[in-house]
């Protein structure tokens, strides 16, 4: 696509200065990260609630066929009360912005894979795991206000996983060992790496002018 490869470059260019520039996240849990309660996850058994969801049960996942889990964390991620500050505000992903077969909820924190030309060019695999925040601004998705409890459910595997949400949204899950001190102390290599937010967001920038330009050509076809 015209422009993608200009753009690749100056990714490419940046990336060290990003990674290297880049916050990192204590391990574990974080405030805003997981899947929020009513998701429905591709399971051995069928699409069910992220909520109804135990350790044993058997999830369909994007590179390793149907896994069990090993370890279910609930928590409370907004009760309602008061202000929810912005950068925690959830993002309301409208139906079929990324594959999902109805509206869904993502928390920002919360690691996303997306398909993209720029992802491509710049590290020779279409897929990129990002960030839910960057992709405020593609296809509708926005942030809300909650005015309401949000639960959120931690799904974790033997090793990282993508699930299926609401169709083929596809979320990340990490591994039960992510913030163990034997994790801590002896890293393994990440089968997903999760791309600097700035990073993230250069490529969602990209994938939105993909859209324009698809939507010009159907235009002039007609």
């Not at 391990?27 to 992220?50: C, F, K, L």
């Not at 090993?70 to 594959?99: D, E, I």
């Not at 710049?122 to 990129?128: C, K, N, Y």
Request: charged residues 20%; negative net charge.
């Amino acid at each position: 696509m015209f422009g993608t490869a200009a753009k690749a470059r100056q990714v490419a260019h940046d990336f060290d200065a990003i990674v290297s520039n880049a916050s990192g996240h204590a391990p574990g849990v974080h405030q805003s990260e997981g899947i929020v309660s009513g998701t429905r996850i591709a399971t051995e058994m069928g699409w069910r609630p992220v909520e109804g969801i135990v350790a044993g049960d058997r999830v369909m996942t994007f590179d390793h066929g149907p896994r069990p889990v090993v370890a279910v964390k609930r928590m409370q991620f907004w009760l309602g009360s008061n202000t929810c500050p912005r950068h925690l505000q959830p993002l309301a992903v409208p139906v079929g912005a990324l594959g999902n077969a109805t509206a869904m909820l993502l928390l920002p924190e919360q690691t996303v894979l997306v398909e993209s030309d720029m992802a491509e060019a710049v590290f020779g695999d279409p897929f990129a795991l990002i960030p839910a925040a960057a992709l405020e601004g593609y296809r509708g998705i926005d942030r809300i206000t909650p005015h309401q409890k949000v639960e959120v459910v931690v799904l974790e595997f033997e090793r990282d996983e993508v699930i299926y949400a609401n169709g083929t949204g596809m979320i990340h899950c990490s591994s039960v060992d992510a913030g163990s001190l034997n994790a801590m102390i002896a890293p393994t290599p990440a089968m997903y790496e999760a791309l600097p937010l700035e990073m993230a967001r250069s490529i969602v920038a990209e994938m939105i002018d993909e859209d324009m330009m698809d939507q010009s050509y159907a235009y002039a076809a007609e």
